[in-house]
């Protein structure tokens, strides 16, 4: 029997969860990550959050690895998401202008099909199996 199609608010979801496991454990030591913007160290699973630079309403930047980086919930949450220090370090981090390239995405529209959604969702899958 073949699978029943996912609807595509099913599909963004998933892709949502499988990319937040990613930058969640894609630097992770020992399940151990460190917040981009504060520096608290904690279990991947322990309050720890796929934080946007960009909101996350913009699909053009929703699922970026430079856009998105591991949060604390204190940062990502109740200092709403701490963008002045977040957009400072994805500049030093991956040079400086990078933080006002993400905005400038970040205002453009994009319409991903479902198809380009199943395919980002197995690229996460088999990045995920790649750091076990």
Not at 45 to 63: A, E, I, P, V
Not at 80 to 101: L, M, P, R, S
Not at 107 to 123: A, D, F, P, R
Request: proline share 1%.
């Amino acid at each position: 029997m073949p699978k029943k199609k996912l609807s595509r608010t099913k599909l963004v979801k998933k892709l949502d969860n499988i990319f937040s496991l990613y930058i969640r454990l894609r630097h992770a030591k020992n399940e151990i990550v460190e917040c981009f913007t504060c520096g608290k160290k904690a279990h991947y699973k322990d309050n720890m959050q796929c934080g946007h630079f960009q909101s996350r309403k913009n699909y053009s930047t929703r699922w970026n690895t430079i856009n998105c980086q591991v949060q604390c919930k204190s940062c990502n949450v109740f200092r709403y998401g701490e963008q002045f220090i977040f957009g400072n370090k994805i500049d030093a981090i991956y040079g400086v202008g990078t933080a006002d390239e993400l905005h400038i995405k970040a205002k453009k529209t994009i319409k991903l099909t479902s198809n380009e959604l199943v395919l980002m969702i197995n690229q996460y899958k088999d990045l995920l199996d790649g750091l076990k």
